[in-house]
Every structure is written in C-alpha cells, then in structure tokens.
T-cell receptor, first 119, second 116 residues
Framework: GAVVSQHPSRVICKSGTSVKIECRSL??????MFWYRQFPKQSLMLMAT?????????EQGVEKDKFLINHASLTLSTLTVTSAHPEDSSFYIC???????????????FGPGTRLTVL | AQSVTQPDIHITVSEGASLELRCNYS??????LFWYVQSPGQGLQLLLK??????LVQGIKGFEAEFKRSQSSFNLRKPSVHWSDAAEYFC??????????????FGKGTTLSVSS
C-alpha cells in the first residue's frame, strides 16, 4: 500500500515549451502533496505544498507563475513547468501525505521522480 | 532554525561489515524522524520512521535506527551490509502534532558505497 506514481518518468523538451508532470497516490487519498526538486548529488529542495482544492503554497524563491501546481483531486497533483529553460533541468519528486487514523502521525510517500531535460 | 545534519557525505563499507550513518537534528520540539533511501535515478523509499515509544526502531531491509533525545540524534544502523545497499541515504524530520501538512526537512544525504 501507499504507492505514489509519477508520469512521465523522463521527459526531454525544447526550450520555451511547457511540461506537465503528474503525481498520483494510487491506493490512498492525499489531502496534501509536496513537490521537491533535486539537483545532482544534492538533497531535496521543497518547491511547494499542494492542498486539494486550494492554491499551492510556494517556498521562497520559487516562481509560482513558472511552476504551476494544480491539486484537483485527492489522488492527483500536477506540476507544470511553463516556458521551460535549460536551467529548469532537474529531477522533480513529489510526495503524498498519508494521514494517520488519529490525524496525529503521518508519513510522506514519495513518487519515483521525473527527470526533466530542457534542450 | 529547524535543520538536519548528516555529517558524513560519503561512506565506504566492506560487504558484510556493519554500518552506521549519522543524523543529528535541530527542532523546536520532539520531531518525527525518518530515514529514506534513494537508488540512482529513483525516488525515495521509506526505510523506517520514529514517532514515539520505543527509541529503537526497526525498518525494512534489516535496518534499524535509534532515537537519542539527549544527543538529538537518529543514527541508522545495519549489522551486515549487502552490495545492494549501495545508495544515497537521507535523514529527515517531519511535523509534530498540530503541524500536519508541513513538508519534511531533509539532510544533505550520505552516499554509501559497498566494496567487495
């Protein structure tokens, strides 16, 4: 249980185009999903927190007009990189929060990541 | 400020030898603690987590971790390392009660290499 998928796993696009990445919780409902970015040999950097039915909360320094996040349902969040440029090339990972029965404890489960290369 | 420190950037262990990866945290209250493993080009897999109770936590793949409040540490251990354990390991702290929905804070990671 608690599986998170991402699609696509790998995408190559031309500079100036937009790319959409999907994050799905396959066997549970996720009221909150998180989007991270990871540079080579680096840790994960939180980009934004996505709550179902509301606007995403972006971390400082992350352009919300460039990284559009939509969390339309309890099992799906999408990240759209608009007008992508080579510096946007990175490994993007989402996670979904599995709420505990008591609401006290929760665990985040991570997707397998999406490798974006912008030419 | 909340932070996680993994002092060792890279560790090499012989196959069959024991392993300990260090993790120290700075958090306002008792945090929830996690260890994740990441293979090259892959996402993160949860190894184990500590929320409360017994301070020695057992995880998957033969890993365990011990929470030591006095040292603000949550070190990961494995008695006998296998070549397939070579990967990147991340320690993370998470939200406590009342902060559900807050993202995890990750350490910079420790790369584990296993020599034969």
């Amino acid at each position: 249980g608690a599986v998170v998928s991402q699609h696509p796993s790998r995408v190559i696009c031309k500079s100036g185009t937009s790319v959409k990445i999907e994050c799905r919780s396959l066997d549970f409902q996720a009221t909150t999903m998180f989007w991270y970015r990871q540079f080579p040999k680096q840790s994960l950097m939180l980009m934004a927190t996505s709550n179902e039915g509301s606007k995403a909360t972006y971390e400082q320094g992350v352009e919300k007009d460039k990284f559009l996040i939509n969390h339309a349902s309890l099992t799906l969040s999408t990240l759209t990189v608009t007008s992508a440029h080579p510096e946007d090339s990175s490994f993007y990972i989402c996670s979904a929060r599995l709420a505990g029965g008591t609401g006290i404890t929760d665990t985040q489960y991570f997707g397998p990541g999406t490798r974006l290369t912008v030419l | 400020a909340q932070s996680v420190t993994q002092p060792d950037i890279h560790i090499t262990v012989s196959e069959g030898a024991s392993l300990e990866l260090r993790c120290n945290y700075s958090y306002g209250a008792t945090p929830y603690l996690f260890w994740y493993v990441q293979s090259p080009g892959q996402g993160l897999q949860l190894l184990l987590k500590y929320f409360s109770g017994d301070t020695l936590v057992q995880g998957i793949k033969g890993f365990e971790a011990e929470f030591k409040r006095s040292q603000s540490s949550f070190n990961l251990r494995k008695p006998s390392v296998h070549w397939s354990d070579a990967a990147e390991y991340f320690c993370a702290v998470g939200p406590t009660l009342g902060q559900a929905g807050t993202a995890l804070i990750f350490g910079k990671g420790t790369t584990l290499s296993v020599s034969s």
